[in-house]
T-cell receptor, first 114, second 114 residues
Framework: AQSVTQLDSQVPVFEEAPVELRCNYS??????LFWYVQYPNQGLQLLLK??????LVKGINGFEAEFNKSQTSFHLRKPSVHISDTAEYFC????????????FGRGTSLIVHP | NAGVTQTPKFQVLKTGQSMTLQCAQD?????MYWYRQDPGMGLRLIYY???????DKGEVPNGYNVSRLNKREFSLRLESAAPSQTSVYFC?????????????FGSGTRLTVV
């Protein structure tokens, strides 16, 4: 069975500082990995995804994530955050093949201070 | 704009009342889902419909029923609301449960049961 753990429930950071949001997963088979962002009072939207190939994937708004199979991690990074990046971020894992429903993490609240 | 539309956006119910949350998508997706989001719990799957004519239970189905009315519409019904069902409800859709393009989410229904 697949599972995902987001190691930090809240990450405060100052504007223009770098940030890393951590995500670890568990699965016995090949997986797809996703990061979603939820701005206040909105639904989730896809930020980026890893399906196969290059382990470094780039998404919208300057975010990127690196798939590390040996450490079963998919951490999200941004070199310089803006106030507008304040949001809830969800990691999701899904066994590859198209038939399996993703499991979502509990979310990490990124709070960017001026 | 194309996407997933949920109605209503807000609702207050008294314990024991019933209501139906509506969801419609215009992307010709095969699969649709209902999630609830609670603080610190992330997203939990209530029910899903992998294709028109099928529905299946998710992680937290008790107290809910669903209807896949047609390919576009997927409703969630609370027959006798309880305070424990106070939550934010999200509908989502995708080509298939494990589709690598990820899910498209609606903007949510904020439900309070008093």
């Amino acid at each position: 069975a697949q599972s995902v753990t987001q190691l930090d429930s809240q990450v405060p950071v100052f504007e223009e500082a770098p940030v890393e949001l951590r995500c670890n997963y568990s699965s016995s088979v090949s997986v797809y990995l996703f990061w979603y962002v939820q701005y206040p009072n909105q639904g989730l939207q896809l930020l980026l995804k890893y399906l196969s190939g290059s382990t470094l994937v780039k998404g919208i708004n300057g975010f990127e994530a690196e798939f590390n199979k040996s450490q079963t991690s998919f951490h999200l990074r941004k070199p310089s955050v803006h106030i507008s990046d304040t949001a809830e971020y969800f990691c999701a894992v899904c066994e590859s093949g198209g038939s399996y429903i993703p499991t979502f993490g509990r979310g990490t609240s990124l709070i960017v201070h001026p | 704009n194309a996407g997933v539309t949920q109605t209503p956006k807000f609702q207050v119910l008294k314990t024991g009342q019933s209501m139906t949350l509506q969801c419609a998508q215009d992307m010709n997706h095969n699969s649709m889902y209902w999630y609830r989001q609670d603080p610190g719990m992330g997203l939990r799957l209530i029910y899903y419909s992998a294709s028109e004519g099928t529905t299946d239970k998710g992680e937290v189905p008790n107290g809910y029923n669903v209807s896949r009315l047609n390919k576009r519409e997927f409703s969630l019904r609370l027959e006798s609301a309880a305070p424990s069902q106070t939550s934010v409800y999200f509908c989502a859709s995708s080509e298939a449960p494990g589709w690598p393009d990820g899910y498209t989410f609606g903007s949510g229904t904020r439900l309070t049961v008093v």
